[in-house]
């Protein structure tokens, strides 16, 4: 609980966001020379390895995120699905008037992408049928977006949660449990890494005793752009925008458990399908655990995700350096600071620093900036 504090709303000026640096790395026009030293704790093998898997990610979802969504040439005999559920191998293919059972073809490998699975939830396939009528996946289609997660046991890689969705809700709730700003700037981090339009939803506004309190807290938030969505499940406020906002489109749903994300989706549609998949993983042990991932229909179109119980999302393109790309009030000042290369940690003269002492950047974004830093490796 240590870490889940209420940050007391503070005072700022309006800023402007700035999200040209951001944008630049994403589109691959700042290269590695024109990004400070690194620190070299590693051998220079290990260190370049660390260097081409990340930049291979990267281009692989450039690559993707530029890919038009044209509709690939389907060979005779295959059919177009979308995997919605995985258990143990087996896929289940979403085919628009069918699931098909398939499996994988076993040319098909991840190897060569930076990611331990080859299918994932939500990738667009191609199938083919054998005699015995189950399928066969033949091809994954080009991802447009990716939300992943660090890989516990092979630092090289990392595991696709979810691919294609669009929009990343985030959900919070001011109370029970209590909101927990740190986790929501993680999440932020995972959606700008991943291409995905992130939501923030602060429920239980219910539990709040003025809606001023709330406001000023997330007024952060919307100063940096991000769109906001207030809801209760109990007094209905904001249940109608938000369902607005999820129809039609698809949107991977993320937040502390209890905050209230079954809830709303229940809310935003009442009965609606549970459909339920599993990504596997590594617990703290080493003790190979799976996650329940459920897909969600909605009406008239549109999907919702559900990760419970994944936490660890995204930093997975993103190092210490660059972290401060991620907080553009942060790096909005970086060029104040007396040193080039400053970190905005400790040094001396560090403009951002001195802005957090006179209120000018939220003291919860800055201690979100240190508390990830501090969690990066100083290689990465
Ligand atoms: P999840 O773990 O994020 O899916 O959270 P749940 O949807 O299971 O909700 C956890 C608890 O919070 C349940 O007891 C809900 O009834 C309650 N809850 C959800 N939304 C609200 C809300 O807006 N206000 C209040 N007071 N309680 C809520
Ligand atoms: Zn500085």
Redesign the pocket.
């Known amino acids: 609980m240590s870490k889940r504090k209420k940050i007391k709303p503070n005072r700022k000026p309006k800023i402007v966001r700035d999200q040209s640096w951001k944008q630049r790395v994403l589109r691959g026009e700042v290269r590695e020379v024109d990004l400070p030293e690194m620190e070299r704790i590693l051998p220079r093998s290990r260190e370049e390895d660390l260097i081409r898997r990340r930049m291979r990610i990267e281009q692989e979802i450039q690559g993707q995120v530029e890919a038009q969504i044209e509709e690939p040439e389907i060979p005779a005999g295959w059919q177009q699905g979308t995997v919605i559920q995985i258990s143990t191998s087996i896929y289940h293919v979403d085919l628009g008037q069918e699931v098909l059972l398939c499996g994988a073809r076993g040319s098909l490998t991840a190897s060569e992408t930076g990611y331990t699975n080859v299918v994932a939830v939500g990738d667009r396939v191609l199938v083919s049928v054998g005699k015995a009528g189950h399928g066969v996946i033949e091809r994954v289609l080009p991802r447009q977006t990716i939300l992943a997660r660090p890989d516990v046991f092979n630092e090289d890689k990392s595991q696709i949660i979810v691919a294609n969705v669009n929009q990343l809700l985030i959900?919070a709730s001011w109370e029970?449990p209590p909101l927990w700003l740190e986790l929501v700037d993680r999440y932020l981090i995972a959606a700008a890494e991943g291409h995905l339009t992130p939501l923030i939803c602060l429920?239980?506004t219910?539990?709040a005793e003025q809606e001023q309190d709330y406001q000023e807290v997330m007024e952060i938030y919307q100063d940096l752009g991000y769109q906001i969505f207030y809801?209760?499940?109990?007094t209905g406020q904001g249940i109608a925008e938000l369902r607005a906002q999820l129809i039609n489109r698809s949107t991977a749903v993320v937040?502390l458990?209890?905050?209230?994300?079954?809830?709303l989706l229940m809310a935003v549609q009442p009965g609606l399908e549970l459909r339920v998949g599993e990504v596997s993983g590594y617990d703290g042990t080493g003790r190979h655990t799976t996650t329940q991932i459920s897909l969600l229909r909605l009406d008239p179109s549109g999907y919702v995700v559900d990760t419970?119980g994944i936490r660890e999302l995204g930093l997975i393109t993103t190092r210490r350096h660059e972290l401060v790309l991620h907080f553009p009030e942060i790096a909005a000042l970086s060029g104040q600071c007396r040193f080039s290369n400053c970190s905005h940690t400790h040094e001396p003269d560090c403009a951002v620093i001195a802005a957090v002492e006179k209120n000018k950047i939220p003291v919860s974004r800055y201690e979100s900036y240190l508390i990830i830093y501090e969690s990066m490796p100083e290689y990465y």
Not at 231 to 234: L, P
Not at 257 to 263: A, D, E, I, Y
């Open positions: 959900v029970e429920n239980k219910d539990l809801t209760s499940i109990v937040g458990s209890g905050t209230g994300k079954s809830s419970p």
